[in-house]
Nanobody, 121 residues
């Protein structure tokens, strides 16, 4: 089994910063892409940022210039540094990883349980 455990959510005022972390554990061969999605009140889940094993990144337009995704492959951990937070960033943030298990020739999607980020105006 593969588990993703997020941490770092919380309450912050507009303009503030938070850093999310997500650590993967379990038995697997390789983690390919890792990323963060979010689901705000009454909204669909959307991609916030993703990062490949080689360090290539992708961001939603709404967070470009404010959020930075990074990963530590040795620790199987992905981070999301969120600066200049806005009330519209309020959402449950979910960690995602594409994980290739041992003996399997393709990656499977795994999700964390989510961490709530609340930004007050």
């Amino acid at each position: 089994q593969v588990q993703l455990v997020e941490s770092g959510g919380g309450f912050v005022q507009a303009g503030g910063s938070l850093r999310l972390s997500c650590a993967a554990s379990g038995s697997f061969f390789r983690i390919h892409v890792m990323g963060w999605y979010r689901q705000g009140p009454g909204k669909q889940r959307e991609l916030v940022a993703s990062i490949t094993g080689g360090g290539g990144t992708d961001y939603a337009d709404s967070v470009k210039g404010r959020f930075t995704i990074s990963r530590d492959n040795a620790k199987n951990t992905v981070y999301l540094q969120m600066n200049s937070l806005k009330p519209e960033d309020t959402a449950v943030y979910y960690c995602h990883a594409g994980v290739q298990r041992i003996g399997v020739g393709y990656s499977m999607d795994y999700w964390g349980k989510g961490t709530l980020v609340t930004v007050s105006s």
